[in-house]
């Protein structure tokens, strides 16, 4: 079983989740009605004007329903063509149809697009490059409301399908861009200065990488806001933070 999202430096953000951050947890599925949020063409037509003029970029977007409603999202292949291109593969393959948001936690990120609605894991490609901080060096978002990233193992270059939105701003999860300099003169991470180190060590330090923002949530948001409320507990063989109404996608399709 893969284990994504997983950090490994000491900071307060993973002092509170522990070194098993966001591992895999599968999802107890309750195929009852639920409540449904506006559609997407509803909710584009409702959107801010920023929302509006974003929808007509030149950006791939993706749509997806899921049994607690409808959410948009763009993608950014011009700050990560590899990361947006494995995406939208998977999109293209149907892979995400079934699937289930299996960890949500309320003032964190919703992850979701490993399991189905067994708890079984689904087959993926191999893994990709990680592209966090030449998304970030061009321009690209960071870990803030409504982005959406690639979920990994504590190896920086392990994402393969799994995606998290995050639905605050998650800063300790932003990739650490390394100043010139050998040693680097000063680098700051997470609020902290450190000053004369070797480039070789930050470069291979793994948890510098950070999580690499490939899009972000231009409509629908309000679904993304309706996951992260629901209340969670145990399902299946994971024992916290799977949500106790299930959380299926139904589709995930790319818009003409």
């Known amino acids: 079983?893969?284990?994504?999202?997983?950090?490994?430096?000491?900071?307060?953000?993973?002092?509170?989740?522990g070194t098993s951050l966001l591992l895999v947890m599968g999802l107890l599925v309750n195929f009852g009605c639920s409540a449904q949020t506006p559609t997407i063409?509803?909710?584009?037509?409702?959107?801010?004007?920023?929302?509006?003029?974003?929808?007509?970029?030149?950006?791939?977007?993706?749509?997806?329903?899921?049994?607690?409603?409808?959410?948009?999202i763009e993608l950014y292949p011009?700050?990560?063509?590899?990361?947006?291109?494995?995406?939208?593969?998977?999109?293209?393959?149907?892979?995400?149809?079934?699937?289930?948001?299996?960890?949500?936690?309320?003032?964190?990120?919703?992850?979701?697009?490993?399991?189905?609605?067994?708890?079984?894991?689904?087959?993926?490609?191999?893994?990709?490059?990680?592209?966090?901080?030449?998304?970030?060096?061009?321009?690209?978002?960071?870990n803030t409301v409504g982005t959406i990233a690639m979920a990994r193992t504590g190896d920086p270059n392990s994402a393969t399908a799994q995606f998290f939105i995050n639905v605050k701003d998650n800063i300790s999860l932003d990739p650490v861009i390394i100043p010139p300099g050998d040693p680097v003169p000063a680098i700051e991470v997470n609020g902290r200065i450190y000053k004369n180190i070797a480039r070789a060590q930050l470069e291979?330090?793994?948890?510098?990488?950070?999580?690499?923002?490939?899009g972000k949530v231009i409509a629908g948001m309000e679904t993304v806001e309706k996951i992260k409320q629901l209340p969670t507990g145990?399902?299946?063989?994971?024992?916290?933070?799977?949500?106790?109404?299930?959380?299926?996608?139904?589709?995930?399709?790319v818009l003409p």
């Open 41 to 72: 063409e509803a909710a584009t037509v409702g959107a801010t004007a920023e929302a509006k003029n974003a929808s007509n970029t030149k950006y791939p977007k993706v749509k997806f329903v899921t049994s607690q409603g409808e959410f948009l």
């Open 1 to 17: 079983m893969n284990s994504v999202l997983k950090m490994t430096h000491p900071l307060p953000f993973i002092q509170r989740f």
């Open 234 to 253: 145990s399902g299946g063989s994971f024992p916290t933070d799977v949500p106790k109404s299930a959380v299926l996608i139904q589709s995930a399709s």
């Open 78 to 142: 011009d700050k990560a063509p590899k990361t947006v291109a494995n995406f939208l593969q998977y999109v293209k393959e149907k892979h995400y149809d079934g699937t289930i948001f299996h960890r949500v936690i309320n003032d964190f990120m919703i992850q979701g697009g490993g399991y189905d609605a067994k708890f079984i894991e689904r087959k993926t490609r191999p893994p990709i490059a990680h592209e966090g901080r030449q998304a970030l060096s061009l321009g690209g978002p960071k």
């Open 204 to 214: 291979q330090a793994s948890q510098l990488y950070g999580y690499t923002v490939f």
